[in-house]
């Protein structure tokens, strides 16, 4: 596996004092890559570094069903579909005043 050019340490170096490892990635600004026997079990992010990549994966998914809602929008050809096919339950012509949720 090969590991992008960040700063990696080992799981006895995060053992011994974590705070250290966050403080390299405050420091650095990137994740530090945790690493057993070689091989990347995980990194190490500080809570800032974290609520940023969450922030952006919010927005890149946010886009994603933007571009999905425009391409249904302009791939529609009129057809529509009746609300007991879509609930595959019969729908009432009317509603029940005493279904409790009033």
């Not at 080992?10 to 091989?39: E, F």
Request: proline share 5%.
């Amino acid at each position: 596996m090969k590991i992008l050019d960040v700063p990696t340490v080992s799981t006895t170096d995060v053992k011994k004092s974590p705070a250290k490892i966050a403080k390299m990635a405050a420091d650095l600004n990137t994740g530090v890559y945790v690493l057993n026997r070689g091989k990347a079990v995980s990194v190490t992010l500080t809570p800032k570094q974290y609520q940023q990549l969450v922030e952006a994966q919010e927005r890149l998914l946010d886009i994603e069903a933007e571009e999905k809602a425009r391409e249904a929008i302009n791939n529609d050809d009129g057809t529509r579909i009746s609300a007991d096919k879509v609930s595959k339950n019969s729908i009432p012509d009317q509603l029940d005043p005493d279904d409790g949720w009033e």
